[in-house]
């Protein structure tokens, strides 16, 4: 081989070791996909890391084109994902593995769990003299139809030793919940905790005359909320769903670190919010049900077969499931970050 070769092998080499090194085109360099987002309730506090990875632009960075609307509660929003009305969302993942159970063919997974510890409660005025949860027996409960918690009652009640049709419930829309229990129309009421337990402070009910039963005070091993998308996203849109954590993801540290620009963001979206108060129910979520020790351990967004396994067996119980999902139909790690990118920081 003449000496004249050897430059010219160098250089391929160079050439081949530096194509070699670099970096896959991300989505956000190639094309863009777009895509419809549904939450489970109102925007609010709780809903800052969603809003917030928006307002930054973190999903246009991963190449996702993402509307965001408002939601109507978990069962809501489960089926409308299911329809394909959204191309993934937010809500209760219970109320997803009961819908999954009961639509065969239709179902979701989860890929992401926000809510580590569910913030499903009961709760009740000092008043009413329900000092524990044998006391609801015979009481007038006020929910939605939609409400995950109201949804779950039965998970909770032969957790406590009651029959699930021990009590009366009264339907009522959202806005009407805990004006219900003020006033009197209704013995106690379900909903996520840091939703009620504000909204009642909000409307001037102190807050040692606030009773209150958590679900998870009660030995259930539920988790709460959670992302979620149809199975068929997963294999058509990989790259775009790996996207979506990632910049979810960035958007949970974001509302840690800087709780108030969290609240900023959101009042973008609805100047009408009372930032005092949206603040104080993100800080009480994320205290709450966010960054638990499971989370510090674990890293965020991700579960314990074994733990999800004994929530689907209780959900599958109480609700008479004609199935009984492995834990691994219903949620899918696969799409989240390495476990170093998920440790959360700590709230100042």
């Known amino acids: 081989m003449g000496r004249r070769w050897i430059p010219l092998m160098l250089a391929v080499a160079i050439v081949l070791q530096v194509a070699t090194l670099a970096p896959a085109p991300s989505l956000a360099q190639g094309r863009t996909v777009t895509w419809k987002f549904t939450l489970d309730f109102l925007i609010q506090g709780p809903q800052a890391p969603f809003v917030i ?13 993402l509307t965001m609307d408002r939601g109507f509660g978990s069962a ?7 329809s394909g009305a959204y191309d993934l969302g937010y809500a209760d ?71 699930p049709d021990s009590v009366e419930w009264v339907s ?24 009620a337990f504000i909204n009642l402070k909000a409307a001037g009910v102190r807050p040692d005359d606030i009773v209150a039963f958590l679900y998870s005070d009660y030995g259930l091993p539920l988790y709460g909320n959670a992302v979620m998308v149809p199975k068929t996203l997963l294999d058509r849109e990989p790259a775009a769903v790996r996207g979506f954590l990632k910049a979810f993801i960035e958007g949970v540290k974001d509302s840690i670190n800087d709780p108030s620009g969290a609240i900023a963001a959101i009042k973008k979206r609805d100047p009408l919010i ?46 008479g499931l004609p199935t009984r999902p492995k834990w691994y139909e219903v949620f899918n790690g696969k799409f989240l970050p390495p476990k170093k990118d998920r440790m959360l920081p700590a709230l100042r």
């Open 53 to 65: 990875a928006l307002e930054k632009g973190y999903y246009a960075k991963e190449g996702i084109n």
């Open 93 to 163: 993942v219970n109320s997803m593995i009961e819908f999954n159970a009961r639509n065969p063919g239709k179902e979701l997974v989860a890929i992401a769990i926000l809510l580590n510890s569910p913030p499903f409660a009961i709760l009740t005025l000092r008043r009413e003299n329900i000092r524990s949860p044998q006391d609801l027996v015979g009481k007038k409960l006020g929910a939605p139809v939609g409400d995950a918690p109201r949804r779950l009652f039965p998970v909770f009640a032969r957790a406590v030793g009651i029959h």
């Open 274 to 319: 009372n930032e005092s108060v949206e603040l104080e129910r993100l800080l009480l979520a994320l205290r709450s049900n966010v960054l638990t020790r499971e989370v510090a351990a674990d890293g965020f967004g991700g579960v314990r077969a074994e733990r999800l396994a004994r929530a689907i067996d209780a959900v599958a119980e109480s609700f």
């Open 76 to 82: 809501d929003a489960v089926t409308k994902i299911a």
């Open 172 to 195: 009522m829309d959202v806005p009407l919940r805990e004006p219900s229990l003020i006033r009197g129309t209704v013995n106690a009421i379900t909903g996520f905790y840091f939703t």
